[in-house]
Each structure stands twice: as structure tokens, then as C-alpha cells.
């Protein structure tokens, strides 16, 4: 009777080992999760400025281009002389064209900046992802135990999560099943691109 009870005792301090390492488990992701979403907020801001940034530069551009427009049409109605407007001209055309540089400068650097801004942002979509997929979700009410191999058990059968090698006729050898059965376990799961992290429902 004491040698039973010993053995009660170990499993289930062995059954709260388990247990608690899957809660701090998904804890410390679920706290990664809202680091990046904090991160990709702050991203979605500066995409924001830069773009408000843009269509400043945009504008005066618009505003070059008037001015432009506008000495040529002064220059015309005031009846400047054929020789006064050709000396006119040229240092207004310098004058547009450094500034223009000036604008073509800045929308280069903008460019830059967004494209690195973008590399930035999918990086963090494809990090946001991983720890999506490697988060394990549990429904209220269910009860889930791990075992060796990446195997699960949970009410509704056995379920294995893919790890690093793992392919479908490895899967079949392992729990004696056939390659068709998995298949049919797993309907839209596509057995030449497992996933690390990914479950299997083993019939």
C-alpha cells in the first residue's frame, strides 16, 4: 500500500512538472507576441510620417513647377525684350534645376529608407509567424499530455507536432500506420511542406 501511494505521489508531481512547463512555455510567447505587435505599431508609424514626408516633397514640386510657368507668362506680358528674357531665363532654369535636384535627392533617400522599412516589417510579419505557429493552443475543458517523440494525446486521439526530419512514412513507421491513413487524418495538410511546430493528427 505504501509503495503504491509513493508511486501516486510521483505522478503527479511529474504531471505538475509537465503542466507548469507548458504554461510558462506559452507565457514567455505569448509575452514575445506582444513585443513584436508593440514593435510593428511603432513601424506602422513611421511608415506614416514617412509618407506624410513624400507628399510634402510631391507638393513642392507642384509649386516649382507653377513657378516656372509663372515667370515665363510674367516675363511675356510685361514685353520684355527678345534679349532680356533669353538672359532671364537661363538663371531660372539654374535656379529650378538645383532645386529640383534637391527634391529628386530627398525622394532617393526616402526610397531607401522605405524599402529597408518594408525588409524591416516583413522580417517582424515572418518572426510574428514562427511564434504563432509555435505557440500551442489549448481549448477550455481539454486535456493534453506530452510523451515522447512529439507525441500528444488529447480527448480526441493522438496528435504528434512536427519536428526537424520528421515526413509522412516516418510518421507511419513510427505509430504503425499507413501513409494513406495519414493522409486522410489530415486533409489539408500538405506532406511535402511540414512545418517545425506543425501537428499531425495520428489516427
Known sequence: MESENRILFGLTVLALLVAGGSLVFALTSRSRLQEESAKWGELRMQI???EDRMAMLWELEQDLTELRDQS??????AGMASEEVEGLLPEVQRVLQTMG???NEQLQVQ??????LAETV???ER???ALEEATPIV??????STGENGEERSGEGRIHVIESGDTFSGLARQYEVRVQDLEEANPGVNPNRLQIGQEIQIP
Open 48 to 50: 506614416g510620417e514617412f
Open 72 to 77: 515665363e507668362a510674367t516675363a511675356r506680358r
Open 101 to 103: 535636384n534637391r527634391v
Open 111 to 116: 526610397r531607401r529608407d522605405l524599402r529597408a
Open 122 to 124: 516583413g522580417d517582424i
Open 127 to 129: 518572426r510574428v509567424g
Open 139 to 144: 481549448e477550455e475543458g481539454e486535456e493534453r
